[in-house]
């Protein structure tokens, strides 16, 4: 009889959980259910009323309605926020195509970022920067490097003038005599990035300050071949492994032998296009064996050492690699140029 | 130079040469080919004839047309209707005892139109002129392209083949190739012969030696002339008398400036007669891009781009007046203090005392080497021509040509080096082509002062060398069949024990000037065996010692701190205007534009604008700032590089390293989160640089500062020990005007990347960090305006000591609730102890003990 007063107040309770739809009328059915003032905590109190043989028999009714009535709680309150959950997934969505937040961008110029690249892959090669002064004296610009005064060669190379002895360098070769004076006799692997001038019009193919980067070894062994070998591998791991490398005689003061170099343009291929005048060929840098007067101008005996040295133009490689058409844009510094290549 | 290949054909034999391998290989050996232009290589063959003028008749209806009778190897001649102007005198003529040899053109070719401006091609036709019909035509130069000369129909020499295709007789190859400067001896044919010969191994043809003319003659084909064993003959003996006038009665030279003239010769032809040069010799001249004028002078420049000795003609009748019906007597000197002369352009012009001239006893007839004067010139008046042919020092050439602001022809080929042995062969060429083409005779000796004949230049070369230079064993053959071709004359020098040549003397010819170390000599072999045969290979030689380079290292990290920190690197000209400079100075926007003693001026600027090199790192930076904010809201710029301060009494000016810095306009890109729409300002210029101080390792402190551009109360001097390291802030607002910045602040720095350097790599030991939880307490004290921020900070960590494991500003406020001229900094306090949960009364206590020492140090008032 007390037995099925127990579960007549379980299937009650159970059958009000049954309504119950949110958080809060679920706690509120928790505390009419299970609380102190609930049918189950009566019932527990009325056990001393219980005839002692009934009293375990009861006990254990009770027991497991009370942990029934505690499963089908956490059950339902599973189920509640699973439906929540799910209504807030479905509810909570963003447009994913909105622009990303990003803080500011910054970025290095073009010119710095070519440098970058060679400068990396002569270091790989052992090749140290060397950086020096951009005011020289005649002396080191020309006359060291084995152009003196009224040198026809002088006239290859347009010069501002600060006095009648002092320039403002037309190439970074004067750091190849200030590097071997300090160094020698010492062997040397250095490259001497730099920005240069030259007395020239302002056009979209030639400007008056410009960046040169130049390399130098000078050894007891370094021949023309190893020249030719590290400059084939700097111009194909610059310009691709495909690329097509020609040395051919051409005339410098402070080399001999002295070689322009060209590459097969990367543009055409090497069939001929406006950027290679057709010709398939792009005019690189110029090099050649160090001059046995400057080798010894820099402390070398030319008899006992060899050197090799090359140069060319950093903002030619930023022209070619982004089909840059005005070498202008580079001291400009309009955001619209650099914002594009950095 | 414009090579004209037929020309070049008459000193080297290169049948069976395809122009394509002749520039390939030019190319290789170091004279770089610029262009290729095809003289006639649309020409019709089957339309485009050589034909004879046999008979001339006047037009039945018309004065200003004539009929010309036209044999063009087709049997009977073809009669045409034409107007040529050189024609129209023969209208009564006949038949002619000379046939003229012209260009015939049957219907249906293609010729560009005579009568048009410009070039336009269009197709013959035949039709009726004046009621004769005509369907062929005799053509100008300017129809078949050769030039714009439409003045008359093109006369060719009495030698042109009748009935050949004019493609076959004028069509020609022009080369264009770029000399530099150690190839002097290409820029003329014979020159370039002889290098042609050497680098494709074909032999030179041979040339008279008392003439210097090709053996074959010109134009000829087929002819197989021997190999010349050297084509200019070894200088005669040479008079060492200073004056030698052997020439007799006929004129006499002296030289009284010996170290600037080796060689002086004169010759004289008399009876010349002046008119039009043939027309192969006017193509020739054309083709190589010279204009041809009359036939002595048109003989001087040809005879000139033959050998390359630059020629001058006189005009004897003059000079023999000048000298009062005397003899003439020519004197190379120096030019008198205030001596002047007009010169053949009609200039008169200031000569000095390294001037060269060449005088008589009137004064001066040339400036040597560069122009004649305008009083012996030859004219159509002219009949007797004494031609000089000398040698002058190439380097006082190229002072006079530069000073006088003159060049010319022969200053271009003197400013090089000619030798004096040229002068003869030079000479001799125009000499004889006066003979064969003005009817000249070239009588008498030559007038040939030659005080100092240079001695042969003998260079040892050891063979061993060209494989320590070259990293390539050349084979001995090659090298000596290479030499020998260059017509370098060679002694060997042979092991005793091996019998192998380990040596060898070589005897360097007049025209090779630019040989005198063995290394001329490796170079000679390795451009002519071909770079293209040398391997690449890798360095062995041992890997230098490695060094740091802090410098590069520095800059390096300052670009990529800059560049996180959302700023854009900037490049500018180094060369900027020093008016634009005095803008970076309140007040002084209008400071006059001319050079100051602050900066280095340059003597030859290109510009106003670029004439001096910049002083500071700013003036690249805000000319760019002004030129992006006319399109764009926000700029953040820095840029790395030099400025330069001239030294009193250096001449070399100090060229520190600086890092500027500037940031103005909006502190967020504009996006649909943005919109605060605060600007940037010295904090954000503040923060960029305390990146860079955080990744250089600098330790640093900032206080109030000065500089020059920036506003009085918003400038930040930072430190680093004793160092400046230079300053940061904001624009003073007059700065901000001059440079067209508009309102808002910018914010700047200017640092010394010198002292950076110096400072950086200050590495702080790594502390080990509590695991015990930490205390955090707020604390908000009011102080006078004056006191630093950064005083109260060290202040609190002072006496927070080693519990306080951090400290951060996180308000500060201004206003009536802390009154006038007093602040409230409000900071929150990390408590933390190594070894142990903080108690809160610890904590308490440390907060307690801050508030005191701020109360005593500084006056604060906690709140
Ligand atoms: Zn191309």
Same mark, same amino acid.
């Given at each position: ?5 127990? $579960? ?37 109190? $009325? ?21 029934? #009535? ?44 070519? #440098?970058?690249?060679?400068? !990396? ?54 750091? $190849? ?58 111009? !194909? ?8 490398? !020609? ?26 296009? $406006? ?43 930023? #022209?070619? !690699? ?21 | ?27 290789? &050996? ?16 089957? *339309? ?103 003045? +008359? ?59 210097? /003319? ?24 040479? &008079? ?48 190589? +891009? ?44 120096? &030019? ?61 050439? *190229? ?67 060209? *494989? ?143 004439? /001096? ?43 520190? *390293? ?28 503040? +923060? &960029? ?5 955080? /990744? ?168």
């Amino acid at each position: 009889m007390r037995i099925d007063e127990v $579960q007549r107040q379980r299937d009650a309770a159970l059958a009000a959980l049954d309504a119950v739809d949110d958080a809060a009328a679920l706690e509120a059915w928790r505390t009419a259910a299970l609380g102190r003032a609930s049918a189950v905590a009566a019932l527990l109190g $009325q056990i001393k009323a219980v005839p002692a043989d009934e009293r375990p028999a009861f006990g254990a009714a009770v027991n497991a309605a009370r942990q029934a #009535l505690e499963a089908a709680f956490e059950a339902r309150r599973a189920a509640l926020e699973a439906r929540a959950l799910g209504e807030a997934l479905g509810s909570d969505r963003i447009d994913v195509t909105l622009p990303g937040t990003l803080p500011p961008r910054g970025g290095l110029h073009p010119v710095t970022r070519a #440098l970058r690249r060679i400068c !990396r892959i002569f270091a790989d090669m052992g090749f140290q920067v060397y950086q020096s002064r951009e005011v020289e004296t005649d002396d080191l610009n020309f006359t060291l490097l084995n152009t003196p005064p009224h040198h026809p060669a002088r006239d290859m190379q347009d010069t501002f003038y600060v006095t009648d002895d002092v320039v403002l360098r037309t190439h970074t070769s004067p750091g $190849q005599i200030h590097a071997m004076r300090e160094h020698a006799p010492e062997p040397l692997r250095i490259i001497l990035p730099g920005v240069v001038y030259r007395n020239e019009k302002i056009t979209a193919r030639s400007e008056i300050q410009f960046t040169q980067i130049e390399g130098l070894a000078i050894g007891e062994g370094i021949t023309m071949a190893d020249l030719k070998g590290t400059v084939e591998n700097f111009v !194909r791991r610059l310009y691709g492994p495909d690329r097509a490398v !020609r040395f051919r005689a051409s005339y410098f003061p402070f080399t001999e032998p002295s070689a322009e170099v060209d590459v097969s343009c990367m543009l055409c291929g090497g069939r001929g296009c $406006q950027i290679c005048k057709g010709g398939g060929w792009l005019e690189i840098m110029g090099c050649g064996m160090v001059h046995p007067t400057v080798l010894a101008n820099g402390g070398y005996d030319p008899d006992r050492f060899t050197g090799f040295a090359f140069g060319g133009g950093v903002e030619r490689v930023a #022209l070619l !690699r982004y089909g840059i058409d005005d070498i202008r844009h580079f001291w400009a510094n309009d955001l619209r140029f650099l914002e594009q290549l950095r | 130079m414009r090579v004209v290949l037929s020309w070049l054909k008459e000193y080297v034999d290169l049948d069976g040469v395809a122009v394509e391998t002749l520039v390939e290989r030019w190319t290789q &050996a170091g004279l770089e080919v610029e262009g290729v232009e095809r003289i006639g290589d649309w020409w019709d063959r089957e *339309r485009l004839l050589v034909g004879a003028v046999t008979a001339v008749h006047p037009h039945p209806n018309a004065d200003r047309l004539v009929l010309a009778d036209v044999d063009y190897g087709a049997g009977a001649p073809h009669r045409v209707v034409t107007g040529a102007p050189n024609l129209l005198p023969l209208r009564e003529a006949g038949a002619l005892d000379r046939p003229l040899k012209v260009v015939f053109a049957r219907e249906g070719v293609e010729l560009f139109d005579g009568h048009a401006a410009g070039w336009h091609k269009v197709v013959l036709k035949g039709r009726p002129v004046r009621g004769v019909m005509s369907d062929a035509m005799v053509c100008s130069a300017k129809e078949i392209g050769l030039s714009d000369d439409h003045e +008359g129909i093109l006369i060719l020499d009495d030698g042109a083949p009748v009935g050949r295709p004019l493609a076959d007789v004028l069509g020609d190859v022009v080369v264009e190739v770029a000399i530099t400067a150690n190839m002097a001896r290409a820029m003329n044919v014979v020159g370039l012969a002889r290098e042609t010969a050497a680098i494709l191994d074909r032999p030179l043809r041979g040339v008279d030696p008392a003439t210097g /003319a090709p053996l074959g003659g010109a134009g000829a084909e087929g002819r197989g002339a021997p190999r010349a064993a050297g084509s200019t003959p070894p200088p005669a003996p040479a &008079a060492t008398a200073v004056v030698a006038d052997d020439a007799g009665d006929l004129c006499a030279v002296a030289i009284e400036a010996p170290d600037l003239c080796p060689r002086y010769t004169a010759r004289l032809v008399r009876d010349v007669r002046l008119g039009p040069s043939p027309e192969w010799l006017r193509r020739r001249l054309t083709l190589a +891009g010279m204009r041809p004028i009359k036939n002595v002078v048109d003989v001087t420049n040809y005879a000139m781009l033959e050998w390359g000795e630059p020629l001058h003609a006189f005009d004897h009748d003059k000079l023999v007046a000048r000298a009062g019906g005397g003899v003439p007597r020519i004197v190379v000197r120096r &030019a008198a203090p205030g001596e002047r002369m007009t010169t053949l352009d009609g200039v008169d012009r200031a000569l000095d005392g390294d001037t060269l001239l060449i005088a008589d006893a009137a004064g001066p007839v040339a400036i040597a080497g560069i122009m004649g004067g305008a009083d012996t010139e030859v004219d159509d008046g002219t009949r007797h021509v004494l031609l000089e042919a000398a040698a002058f020092d190439f380097i006082n050439v *190229r002072r006079t040509s530069r000073m006088l602001k003159l060049t010319s022809e022969s200053a271009a080929r003197f400013g090089r080096g000619v030798h004096p042995a040229l002068a003869e062969t030079g000479a001799a060429r125009a000499a004889a082509l006066l003979s064969e083409l003005a009817g000249g005779r070239a009588v008498g000796t030559v007038a040939d002062a030659y005080p100092r004949p240079p001695a042969p230049v003998l260079v040892t070369l050891p063979l061993r060398d060209i *494989r320590r230079t070259l990293g390539v064993e050349v084979p001995v053959d090659a090298v000596l069949g290479i030499l020998e071709r260059l017509a370098f004359d060679l002694t060997h020098h042979v092991d005793g024990a091996t019998g192998a040549i380990t040596a060898v003397e070589a005897v360097v010819p007049p025209h090779r000037m630019d040989v005198a170390l063995p290394v001329d000599l490796i170079e000679e072999v390795a451009r002519v065996y071909g770079y293209d045969r040398l391997p690449g290979t890798r360095m062995a030689d041992p890997l230098p010692p490695q060094r740091d380079n802090p410098t590069w290292e520095v800059d390096e990290a300052v670009r990529d701190a800059l560049v996180a920190a959302g700023l854009q690197e900037a490049i500018s000209y180094r060369l900027v205007a020093p008016r634009a400079e005095a803008r970076l100075v309140p007040g002084a926007g209008d400071a006059d534009a001319g050079g100051t003693p602050e900066h280095v001026t340059l003597r030859n600027p290109i510009s106003p604008e670029r004439a /001096a090199l910049r002083r500071s790192i700013l003036t690249g930076l805000l000319e760019a700032t002004a030129g992006n904010l006319r399109f764009r809201d926000r700029v953040a710029l820095f840029e790395l590089g030099r400025v330069f301060h001239p030294r009193p009494g250096e001449a070399l000016p100090d060229e520190p *390293r600086r890092l500027g810095v500037v940031l103005t306009g909006a502190a967020e890109a504009a996006g649909w989160r943005t919109g605060g729409g605060r600007k940037l300002d010295f904090y954000d210029a503040k +923060g &960029a640089v305390e990146r860079v101080l955080a /990744a250089l390792e600098v330790d640093a402190a900032w206080s109030p500062g000065r500089h020059a551009s920036f506003h009085p109360g918003r400038t930040a001097e930072v430190r680093s020990g004793d160092a400046v390291l230079g300053h940061v802030g904001e624009l003073h607002p007059l700065v901000r005007r001059q440079w067209g910045l508009g309102d808002d602040p910018v914010a700047a720095a200017d640092l010394d990347l010198d002292a950076l350097e110096r400072a950086a790599g200050r590495v702080r030991p790594f502390r080990p960090f509590s695991v015990y939880p930490a205390m955090l307490r707020d604390l908000a004290v009011v102080v006078d305006e004056a006191v630093a921020a950064a005083d109260v900070e060290a202040a609190i960590r002072r006496a927070g000591g080693a519990l306080l494991a951090d400290v951060v500003l996180f308000d500060v406020y201004r206003g009536a609730q802390v009154g006038a001229g007093k602040k409230s900094l409000a900071w929150s306090l990390t408590l933390q102890a190594p070894d142990k949960t903080l108690e809160g009364k610890v904590a308490d206590g440390a907060r307690a003990r801050i508030v005191k020492a701020l109360e005593r140090e500084l006056g604060a008032a906690a709140r």
